[in-house]
């Protein structure tokens, strides 16, 4: 079982930034491919992130592409979402998520895919 934790959301201005960070539970955190979604109200869940169990493969939506950076550190069970020139359309719920697997270069975007979610943590952007 891994338990994850996110913190860091809040209110910015648009430009501004924020970092996220999810802390997870147990010592096999550099098993774990992890992942960032976000859902915004009246929206589907949204895949923003992910990276590979040794954090040396990353994947990006589009949407998020040269603003957002993904990194964990497996020494401190985190992984963390940098997000930096927002905009009013990143406003969400964002979330992270922990898929299990024994290859330290997988990663995956698909939201089924993860076996943990934290609770979420939210990002509110003003213009």
């Known amino acids: 079982q891994v338990q994850l934790v996110e913190s860091g959301g809040g209110l910015v201005q648009a430009g501004g930034s924020l970092r996220l960070a999810c802390a997870a539970s147990?010592?096999?955190?550099?098993?774990?491919?992890m992942g960032w979604f976000r859902q915004a109200p009246g929206k589907e869940r949204e895949f923003v992130a992910a990276?590979?169990?040794?954090?040396?493969?990353?994947y990006y939506a589009d949407s998020v592409k040269g603003r957002f950076t993904i990194s964990r550190d497996n020494a401190k069970n985190t992984a963390y979402l940098q997000m930096n020139s927002l905009k009013p359309d990143d406003t969400a719920l964002y979330h992270c998520?922990?898929?299990?697997?024994?290859?330290?270069?997988?990663?995956?975007?698909?939201?089924?895919?993860?076996?943990?979610w934290g609770q979420g943590t939210q990002v509110t952007v003003s213009s």
């Open positions: 998520a922990a898929d299990h697997s024994w290859s330290s270069y997988y990663y995956t975007t698909a939201a089924y895919e993860y076996d943990y």
């Open positions: 990276i590979s169990g040794s954090g040396g493969d990353t």
């Open positions: 147990g010592r096999t955190f550099s098993r774990y491919a």
